[in-house]
């Protein structure tokens, strides 16, 4: 079939023998180690101020506080939490799992509108390796060309001298990523702490830490793409959620086949010739080794990388940009421009109301929480003509001041509350106070065995921060 029949057929009839096999693997499913050529171009330039700015963002944000709360904890084990300085608490957990849902369809519908542009822009994975990682291994080892050599060479001493000082860099790297993820978990101020008190006085700190600084540095120094590949089920999920109106980038087939090398003065449309020049520039600088002209693909990120070296190209050929470019495949199909479906509408709406909800659970959520639970096995107990019960309160102060408050029961009225110290109860700023209470009612006031009361807590200025409903336990009556 020569070049002309087969811009005739593509994309309809074209063999897509590529979809066999991972693009990083050969037939035998030996791993292909990828050699990307260095990107450079404007959107390239783009990612680079995005990436930048999410990594300084990364590092600094663990010393940052709010009000004096960390701007993000996330202390599993001592049930710390923190969000933008907001202390969450188990007694959150729903607003948290919200948070979660709402941030999974955040994801899925940037992906039905966008495709993967989250993961060749903000991924952590990409950002790490392209923005660190394979710049060090540029520094180093030079561009494509010589990186191949490198490989192929025999271990002589520059090559024990590069990859030696790569290798260096990379785990050191590595172990300051994990130092700054443990930022986030126990704080920086714990975290320099541990480290200055020495791996022998905190020896379980120590050996999860090497752990995670070999995670990382396996991740990075080898396994690189097959992350995107292999193990991230974002991509896999790509494959559902992803339709013809999808904005990804795409090479327009209907403008580049067929596929010819360039020839100064031809005039490619007169001999049936399309606009790719067939210099394979977006395939060497693919960091997941594939050719993007075969479609849309499991292993592209979205990284831009080969629009770039393609706009490179058709500039230097006189030819116009966008070859490769954001697009959808409706548009490059029919020639249609971009729509919003119904579908479309319809996530972004399930978006907002999620997001409303959530936004007034955690303006709403209140800066104290109290409840008040009889101890298992007491009983009430009458006296003067009152019964009475005794309650264990708990009471939590969610913000950063010391508040002073006072309990009373709402209903039943006449009621009469015992404390077990003072009246007036003082609870720091993020900070939980246990206590006991005595109540009492009137016997008349008590009309069954189990009796709903409402017991409410209140600051120094008579404004009421919280209230719990309980029951109040009395002798049983008949009931005519």
């Given amino acids: 079939m020569d070049t002309k029949e087969n811009s005739i057929k593509f994309p309809e009839k074209i063999e897509e023998t590529f979809r066999d096999s991972v ?36 590092v600094i944000m663990p010393f940052l506080k709010i009000s004096g709360n960390p701007v993000l904890l996330i202390n599993i084990i001592d049930r710390k939490f923190f969000i933008l300085g907001q202390p969450f608490y188990l007694q959150d957990f729903f607003i948290l799992a919200l948070g979660a849902v709402a941030s999974v369809i955040f994801v899925m519908l940037f992906t039905v509108v966008f495709g993967r542009i989250f993961c060749g822009w903000i991924c952590p994975q990409t950002l790490f390796m392209e923005m660190i990682f394979r710049k060090i291994e540029y520094w180093i080892e030079g561009d494509r060309n010589k990186q191949m050599k490198l490989d192929k060479q025999a271990w002589d001493e520059e090559k024990i001298k590069k990859r030696i000082l790569k290798w260096s860099v990379f785990l050191l790297i590595s172990l300051l990523i994990s130092h700054i993820m443990f930022m986030y978990i126990v704080g920086y101020e714990e975290t320099f702490r541990i480290i200055l008190s020495g791996p022998a006085k905190y020896p379980t700190n120590f050996i999860v830490m090497l752990v995670f600084t070999g995670i990382f540095y396996f991740v990075f120094a080898w396994f690189r793409e097959q992350v995107c590949t292999l193990v991230c089920p974002y991509g896999r999920l790509q494959g559902v959620l992803i339709d013809k109106n999808t904005v990804n980038v795409y090479y327009d087939f209907k403008r580049g086949e067929g596929r010819a090398k360039w020839r100064n003065g031809e005039n490619r449309s007169a001999v049936g010739k399309g606009d790719c020049i067939d210099c394979q520039q977006c395939v060497v600088v693919c960091p997941t080794g594939i050719d993007i002209r075969n479609g849309q693909q499991l292993e592209c990120i979205n990284c831009t990388a080969c629009i770039d070296a393609c706009d490179e190209v058709m500039e230097k050929v006189g030819m116009p940009k966008g070859l490769i470019r954001y697009a959808t495949e409706a548009e490059i199909e029919n020639q249609e421009k971009f729509k919003f479906t119904a579908r479309m509408k319809a996530t972004t709406f399930a978006l907002f109301v999620l997001i409303g909800v959530l936004c007034s ?79 009492s009612f009137p016997e008349s006031e008590v009309k069954l065995s189990k009796q709903n009361i409402k017991i409410g807590v209140f600051n120094a200025d008579g404004e009421m921060l919280d209230s719990y409903k309980t029951y109040f336990e009395g002798p049983f009556k008949f009931q005519f």
């Fill in 361 to 439: 659970l955690m303006y709403d959520r209140g800066s104290v929480e109290a409840k008040f639970i009889r101890p298992a096995g007491s009983a009430y107990f009458i006296r003067d003509g009152k019964i009475t019960n005794t309650f264990t309160y708990t009471i939590l102060n969610k913000s950063n001041e010391k508040k002073m408050m006072t309990i009373k029961v709402l209903y039943p009225k006449h009621s009469e509350i015992t404390f077990a110290g003072k009246e007036d109860i003082i609870v720091k700023g993020d900070a939980m106070i246990k206590g006991n209470v005595n109540i």
């Fill in 23 to 58: 693009g990083t693997m050969d037939e035998t499913g030996t791993r292909k180690w990828v050699f990307p050529r260095k990107p450079k171009g404007k959107y390239t330039n783009y990612r680079e101020y995005v990436g930048y700015s999410l990594i300084f963002l990364f």
